[in-house]
């Protein structure tokens, strides 16, 4: 079920990306930019969400401002594909940002890491422990600091 819901924020951003062209494509590099600082900021640990809504208001805020900047106009398809591209690459960004905003809790008993946390509701665990992604995204966010400044992971 999570990878169905992550898999249309993708698809989504892919068409967005389509429709809006080149300057989507351009407006990505500076929205990543501002998430990887911007996110350093904030308050995750009470809210771990506002790392994705961050996210989202950037892709549609630096898409907003790309539009003002005077492009030269390519063919519809190449517009497209430079778009898509740009929108494929937003949408991965949204994609692993959702897997791992997970609440993952800290097991004393074990001295490791539990993903998902038990103190979520079940279905919503049964749905993450379904994903094929979510897991080893977690792992992959937990084993490298660097990545966890630009993904910071939601320990309990």
Do not use: C
Request: hydrophobic share 55%; proline share 8%.
């Amino acid at each position: 079920m999570l990878d169905v819901a992550v898999f249309f924020v993708i698809a989504l951003s892919l068409a967005y990306g389509v429709r809006k062209g080149a300057p989507f494509a351009i407006a990505v590099v500076p929205a990543l930019v501002l998430y990887a600082v911007l996110v350093q900021f904030l308050p995750l640990q009470e809210n771990p969400w506002l790392g994705t809504v961050l996210a989202v208001i950037l892709s549609g805020g630096t898409a907003a401002l790309a539009q003002l900047v005077p492009l030269p106009r390519f063919s519809n398809v190449t517009e497209g594909i430079i778009g898509g591209a740009g929108g494929a690459l937003w949408g991965l960004f949204l994609a692993v940002s959702i897997w791992v905003s997970f609440p993952a809790q800290y097991k004393a008993s074990t001295g490791s890491l539990q993903y998902p946390s038990d103190r979520i509701p079940d279905l919503v665990a049964q749905s993450i422990e379904g994903s094929g992604f979510a897991q080893p995204l977690f792992n992959w966010v937990i084993k490298n600091p660097a990545v966890q400044k630009i993904f910071p992971p939601n320990l309990q």
